[in-house]
């Protein structure tokens, strides 16, 4: 006599084996493939905070920068000859060389130590802070600007006076002297800022940190159970 055949158990029914235990004290469960996202990431970079920080910091730098620029224009700029008349004694002021191209090139000196400036402070912020930033950027081109206008001011208060009439009957008439430096392309004054803002930018393009790809191209992960070859 043959014993009874069991029927075997319903689908649904799962062995006790096989059952979900919970992890034991002081063990982590295991990442689950399926878990959800919950919206969060690492933190990227030192912080909103110090970023600003940072930022400040470059901005009051490079202002200060300008110091040594209006020191360079004053010194490296071309001076404009001026000669000095009495008619009917009233003292007139003209160009000692008329077709002389001086007062360009105190705008050209200006504009070409600017962009100088730009190029060195943008090179320099790169290699200190590689992960860029838009604080960073924007330190760059206020620092610029203010520092542009304080190479202005300086500039002017160190050349020849202001006032030129003064000026004229101090040395007399008929002698040259040399009129105040003055900057008729007020244009100049950005030429640092976007200097410095094009030179950071294609330093980032080129050589700045790249983020990881967020999926992988090809293929899944190794470990993925729904990908397991068939045997």
């Known amino acids: 006599m043959t014993a009874p055949l069991t029927p075997p158990p319903p689908p649904h029914e799962q062995s006790s084996q096989h059952s979900w235990q919970p992890p034991a004290a002081g063990q982590a469960a295991p990442a689950s493939h399926d878990a959800v996202w919950d919206g969060t990431y690492g933190q990227d970079g030192p912080g909103m905070k110090t970023e600003l920080r940072e930022a400040s910091v470059i901005t009051v730098v490079v202002a200060i920068a300008g110091a040594l620029l209006g020191v360079l224009w004053w010194w490296l700029a071309p001076h404009v000859p001026l000669v000095a008349d009495v008619v009917d004694k009233r003292w007139i002021v003209y160009l000692s060389d ?59 208060w160190l050349g020849p006076a202001e006032d030129v009439v003064a000026h004229a009957k101090a040395v007399g008439k008929g002698v040259v002297f040399d009129a105040p430096l003055k900057l008729g392309a007020k244009g100049a004054l950005l030429a640092w800022s976007l200097a410095a803002l094009v030179v950071h930018l294609g330093l980032m393009a080129l050589f700045g940190p790249r983020d990881p790809e967020p999926y992988p191209e090809q293929g899944t992960a190794p470990n993925d159970p729904y990908e397991a070859p068939l045997r």
Do not use: K, M
């Open 98 to 156: 008329s077709e002389g191209e001086q007062a360009i090139g105190v705008d050209g000196t200006f504009t070409l130590l600017a962009l100088g400036f730009g190029v060195v402070s943008a090179l320099v912020v790169f290699l200190l802070r590689r992960r860029g930033g838009v604080p960073l950027v924007v330190a760059l081109g206020v620092g610029g600007v203010l520092g542009s206008l304080l190479a202005w001011r300086i500039g002017v």
